[in-house]
């Protein structure tokens, strides 16, 4: 994996795919019209296949080029780090839209760039915003699990180790808030959030209880849970009314509403969903445009498993 920051953090994981964390180590210049010549029904391939992923499935996910790497006899991938295993889904997805633009001009369109629209695409098709996907970039020629492991942000988190971690990476608190509105649609395994149903204060007891019928107290870790309880399958701002009515699935969801610096955020973005998506496109474009790996930078993956 190259330095990367993967959001959606446990999720779009979906997908949103969830990815949405596209870093890299080298600077480069992108452009939202990179394949207008050399693969002029790039993003229209893409796009279809997305659509058709998520009338049979909504739970897809994913996040960088990185993560779709499977393990090599020099690294062990992503894709067993702790916040993705048993988690992250669409590796089949994203390896039908590589055979089809492979088919039709190989060679051209990085699984990077393909994860970064099809994130897009996702979230259009579940009712979300839409936003200009800059492209260009390359896909890295390694992964790390330790990598994976200490920079997803964990579901354990507090509101300032949140904003740390974003910060980290050049996005601002406002950034993190917005980004965390992907958690409007997507699941989460029991293991995540179990302390939080059992044993913390600032949930709905009538959710907490329902939760611990799937997620006992002992055993069943990849039960799975919505990460929005009111409307599991459609992208809107219903996952910050859950917050403000104590029903935030993570420990790190409810710390985005609990008497800290982030609630007036919260609560603008449950009374005007406009509001939401227009900061959430800007923060999607913003994380994107992070130290892409162009030019001779990486590589483009024939097959988005392995590298060349």
Request: net charge neutral; proline share 4%.
């Amino acid at each position: 994996m190259e330095p990367s920051f993967k959001f959606y953090y446990y999720k779009i994981r979906w997908w949103l795919l969830l990815s949405l964390c596209l870093f890299g180590v080298a600077r480069g210049q992108l452009s939202s019209n990179y394949y207008s010549f050399t693969c002029p029904i790039a993003l229209s391939t893409i796009k279809n296949a997305v659509i058709n992923a998520v009338i049979k499935e909504h739970r897809k996910q994913g996040c960088d080029a990185s993560v779709l790497l499977d393990d090599t006899s020099t690294f062990t991938g992503e894709k067993t780090a702790g916040p993705n295993n048993a988690s992250l889904r669409g590796f089949d997805v994203v390896d039908t839209i590589k055979s089809q633009l492979e088919s039709i001009c190989p060679g051209v369109v990085s699984c990077a760039d393909i994860l970064a629209v099809a994130a897009r695409d996702s979230v259009v098709a579940l009712g979300g915003p839409s936003w200009t996907v800059q492209l260009g970039r390359k896909d890295s020629t390694t992964a790390s699990l330790s990598l994976a492991n200490s920079d997803i942000p964990s579901p354990a988190m507090r509101l300032d180790e949140l904003i740390s971690a974003f910060s980290n990476k050049g996005l601002s608190a406002k950034d993190m808030i917005a980004l965390s509105g992907s958690h409007t649609i997507g699941q989460a395994r029991c293991i995540t959030f179990r302390n939080r149903i059992y044993n913390e204060a600032n949930i709905d007891s009538t959710y907490a209880t329902s939760l611990q019928s799937n997620c006992p107290s002992s055993g069943g870790d990849d039960n799975l849970s919505p990460l929005d309880t009111s409307s599991p399958v459609t992208f809107d701002n219903a996952y910050y009314k859950n917050l403000i009515g104590k029903k935030g699935l993570l420990h790190s969801d409810q710390q985005l509403f609990n008497n800290g610096s982030a609630d007036s955020q919260v609560s603008n973005y449950s009374s005007n969903s406009a509001y939401f998506f227009s900061d959430f496109a800007a923060a999607i474009v913003k994380m994107g445009n992070i130290s892409p790996l162009t030019g001779t930078s990486g590589q483009i993956r024939t097959n988005c498993r392995k590298t060349n």
